[in-house]
């Protein structure tokens, strides 16, 4: 029964067969990254473990300061130390464990086999560089590319993220591009070398909606073209829903819950989720003809606790509407609830099957 | 009522229509005519030194017993010396001498300035700690003072001058570049250089320091009049450029206890030359300085 389901979905969305991932490229494993300060240590990843199969889109969803982004990092190992440490797990690209790697090595991995695309397209390109240059450098560095060879290429990869005129582009300076066009500039400098998983630390949140789209849509396509694994992190669940195959939900540095998208989306099983899920807008709010019309939005009360004091139970209890002393007392399992859905609730029984609308 | 504008006019101002690299000359110089006054002003003791050998009617260096001491006339149009020197010939040639301390000791003290300020602001830690005390004791003790130290430790010679006069520009370029380096060194483009795989020592010359040549360059302009200033300082008080090289602090001290009431040309003359030669490169600096800093613009 679940099975029929689940395969008419797929091929209602015309996604992939979900299927748990055989060939896995990145494995994160029981991740931990502290930062020691002033007020004490703060677990900005704690226990976090995550499997990368290639070619898949896994999002990692979660409020700000919940871990997603030290998570990107750490896999990167440029998490800023002091203050911060990876103290425990393992990251590893196709069985090589990152975090034994010194750094001559991890140099060569980042930009070439990992890449990364961050947030502010605005700061993230050199003022006083041609985009043409600073495309060009990575393949420099990994390829050994000639700078003419080097140029060729950017102008190459230019036309593959469709920047128009690219031959004129490649001369410009950042200044000249706008915002879309910038991020553009640093998919096509993140993909340039081939990389095996692209990162995309938030891609689309400095963009506004429309360039959002694009941005994304170029993600998903040039992922299905090059067969790049990608990590999207996002706080956007609507940018999830389109784009991911599987999503992680991390809060205040733990993974609370992860399964298939859809399978997230009808059958949340964790409160946190069901609470981000449920602070969205529905259709029928916006368009006005349904019986919601007078529902407020909800949304999740109180607010995330601070990293470096976090209760010794759920981390999650002081906002939970179905949180009991158990809740208090002790941190719950993360075990698998169904089929490839695993949360860390002890309620996740009451909560399983309820559909949100 | 509104008053009129002329768009025409306003545009102009703005610099609009300006095309080529001839326009864009124009341009500058009807903005800042005095930054081109500066201009054509380092342009002319340039090409003096550059071509002092045929500009010069006499050579710099020849003595004649004959002419000692005569007044500004046809042939010596500034007049010469006690040993029959032409003074205008020296002029020219002391052009070159000041050329090269200045261009020279503001290159080496920028570079010197530039690779610790650099070092500093992006290592930090116990080298920038050092680095700027040892600033700071730098700092303290005026330009002319430490050159003059070091100029009378080293021996007077061209190189001699060179270095002693470059040592005390360091510190400021390295406190300019150092406090860039250190806001740029938090620019997202530095974290994604990171992400690409760039080791620090690429990021700081690749990224970092081409980001930091706007303020050097004005920076620059400023110390290389102050440069040719100062030598013809430690020159005055016989510690530059060495006998019998024509330098303009030097043909100033020879003469000025002496002959400044007899014959006032050996004194007026290289004055006016130094004179010229800083204004010059300081309007040209504070041309350069508005240019590239866009809150001066108005």
């Known amino acids: 029964m679940v099975d029929t389901v689940n395969e008419n979905i797929a091929s209602d969305t015309g996604a992939e067969p979900v299927a748990v991932p055989q060939d896995t490229i990145l494995e994160v494993d029981r ?28 999002g990692i969803v979660g409020e700000s300061g919940c871990g997603k982004s030290i998570t990107a990092l750490s896999i990167l190992r440029l998490v800023p130390s002091p203050p911060g440490r990876i103290i425990g797990g393992e990251v590893r690209l196709e069985g090589r464990n990152l975090l034994d790697c010194d750094e001559d090595e991890m140099r060569d991995i980042r930009g070439n086999e990992i890449s990364m695309i961050f947030q502010e397209p605005m700061t993230s390109l050199n003022p006083v560089i041609t985009i043409g240059r600073q495309i060009g450098e990575a393949l420099i560095l990994h390829q050994g590319m000639s700078q003419n060879e080097a140029m060729e290429k950017a102008i190459e990869m230019l036309a593959l993220v469709r920047i128009p005129e690219p031959q004129q582009r490649v001369k410009e300076y950042p200044h000249q591009l706008s915002g879309g066009m ?39 396509e040039l992922k299905e073209k090059l067969g790049t694994a990608v990590i999207l992190i996002t706080h956007d669940l609507g940018v999830v829903a389109e784009t991911t195959q599987r999503v992680v939900v991390m809060y205040a540095g733990k993974k609370v819950e992860e399964a298939e998208v859809l399978d997230l989306f009808q059958n949340p099983m964790h409160p946190y989720t069901q609470g981000l899920l449920s602070s969205i807008p529905s259709l029928g709010i916006l368009s006005g003809d349904s019986s919601q019309v007078e529902e407020r939005l909800t949304e999740i009360p109180g607010m995330v606790p601070a990293l470096n004091d976090l209760p010794v139970g759920c981390a999650f209890a002081p906002r939970c509407p179905y949180a009991d002393d158990q809740c208090i007392a002790a941190y719950p399992p993360y075990e698998e609830r169904s089929s490839g859905h695993w949360a860390a609730c002890w309620h996740s029984d009451k909560l399983g099957g309820r559909t949100h609308g | 009522m509104a008053a009129t504008i002329d768009h025409d006019a306003e545009l102009a101002k703005a610099g609009a229509g300006v095309e080529g690299k001839w326009g864009a000359f ?17 342009l002319l003791f340039v090409l003096a030194a550059i071509f002092a050998d045929v500009i010069a009617p006499h050579d710099p260096l020849a003595t004649n017993a004959a002419a000692s001491l005569s007044a500004p006339d046809q042939s010596f149009v500034m007049g010469a010396d006690m040993m029959g020197r032409d003074v205008y010939s020296r002029i020219i040639h002391g052009a070159r001498i000041s050329l090269a301390v200045g261009i020279g000791s503001t290159l080496l003290g920028g570079l010197l300035g530039v690779i610790i300020g650099l070092m500093s602001g992006y290592l930090l830690g116990w080298f920038d700690l050092v680095m700027q005390r040892i600033i700071d004791i730098m700092q303290a003790l005026p330009l002319l003072v430490m050159a003059l130290v070091m100029a009378a430790s080293l021996g007077p010679s061209l190189e001699n001058t060179i270095i002693a006069i470059s040592i005390p520009l360091i510190p400021q370029v390295a406190r300019v570049i150092r406090s860039n380096t250190l806001s740029l060194r938090e620019m997202p483009f530095v974290e994604a250089a990171q992400a690409l795989g760039m080791s620090e020592f690429r990021i700081a010359i690749r990224h970092i320091l081409p980001n930091t040549m706007a303020p050097f360059i004005v920076l620059a302009t400023a110390q290389l009049s102050s440069a040719i200033l100062t030598e013809a300082s430690l020159s005055f008080l016989g510690l530059g450029i060495p006998e019998p090289h024509p330098s303009w602090g030097r043909m100033l001290s020879e003469s000025a206890a002496e002959y400044v009431r007899t014959a006032p040309w050996l004194v007026i003359f290289p004055g006016i030359a130094i004179s010229l030669a800083v204004f010059g490169t300081n309007l040209l600096g504070d041309a350069i300085r508005d240019l590239l800093d866009p809150r001066q613009r108005n």
């Not at chain 1, 500039?185 to 692209?198: F, G, H, R, T, Y």
């Open chain 1, 31 to 58: 991740l931990q990254t502290y930062f020691y300060t002033r007020g004490g240590i703060v677990k900005a990843v704690d226990d976090v473990s995550f499997q990368l199969g290639r070619g898949e889109t896994l």
């Open chain 1, 182 to 220: 910038r991020q553009r500039v640093m998919i096509a400098m993140a993909l340039s070398c081939n990389p095996k998983v692209l990162i995309a630390d938030e891609p689309t949140t400095a963009l506004d909606v429309t360039i959002q789209a694009q941005i994304l849509e170029l993600i998903v």
């Open chain 2, 26 to 42: 124009l341009y500058f110089c009807r903005r800042y005519p005095l930054g081109a006054a500066g201009g054509v002003i380092s």
